[in-house]
């Protein structure tokens, strides 16, 4: 087994008019964490309004590091967020 890190958030209720605005920065946080190999994977849900998005890190540190300073959480497009350790079973 292989440990991970999950994060989550939880969107704003004004997501939609919110995000726009601050998906540039956002996307260039993403290429910058996946580019140092911590950042694994990331999407949002099929209903992001409900249901928000997930990333998948390799440290927890990186997790929290991202989020701390990630413009959507800075900017409110995000309520809230959290992040679980994952024992990925099929590394």
């Known amino acids: 087994m292989s440990k991970k ?6 969107s704003a209720d004004d997501l939609r008019s919110k995000a726009p605005a601050h998906f540039p920065a956002h996307t260039q946080r993403v290429k ?3 580019g ?3 950042l694994l994977m990331v999407g949002a849900f099929a209903n992001p309004q409900e249901d928000g998005a997930m990333s998948i890190f390799s440290t927890r ?3 929290e590091e991202f989020a701390k300073g990630d413009p959507f959480v800075v900017n409110g497009v995000v309520r809230s967020w959290k992040v679980l350790e994952w024992n990925e079973s099929l590394s």
């Open 32 to 34: 910058e964490f996946h």
């Open 61 to 63: 540190e990186a997790a």
């Open 5 to 10: 890190y999950a994060l989550f958030y939880q």
């Open 36 to 38: 140092r190999g911590t």
